[in-house]
Nanobody, 114 residues
Framework: QVQLVESGGGLVQPGGSLRLSCRAS????????MGWYRQAPGKERELVAR??????NYADSVKGRFTISRDIAENTVYLQMNSLKPEDTAVYYC?????????WGKGTLVIVSS
């Protein structure tokens, strides 16, 4: 199985940047893909970005502003968030697909506000 720990959230002004990190531990050699989801107050959890062995996907709302990357040697996935907007405020969750099973981190809070 897999354990995921996120870091890097916080308070940032509109237009600012943050970099989220998620380190995986456990049976990481069987992870197929990793990604970031977010859940804003009163809304459902939604995909932000996902990276697999052959493809990378982004939500339309973050294309051109967010970049997902993965360091396989360090078992870490990153989310570089630029040009942040108030509507990006949410709890961001790391996700890993391990042999078809989805694992989740506990989340890190991002607040975009002046």
């Amino acid at each position: 199985q897999v354990q995921l720990v996120e870091s890097g959230g916080g308070l940032v002004q509109p237009g600012g940047s943050l970099r989220l990190s998620c380190r995986a531990s456990g049976s990481t050699f069987s992870i197929n893909a990793m990604g970031w989801y977010r859940q804003a107050p009163g809304k459902e959890r939604e995909l932000v970005a996902r990276i697999g062995s052959e493809s990378t996907n982004y939500a339309d709302s973050v294309k051109g502003r967010f970049t997902i990357s993965r360091d396989i040697a360090e078992n870490t996935v990153y989310l570089q968030m630029n040009s942040l907007k108030p509507e990006d405020t949410a709890v961001y969750y790391c996700n890993a697909n391990w042999l078809g099973i989805e694992f989740w981190g506990k989340g890190t809070l991002v607040i975009v506000s002046s």
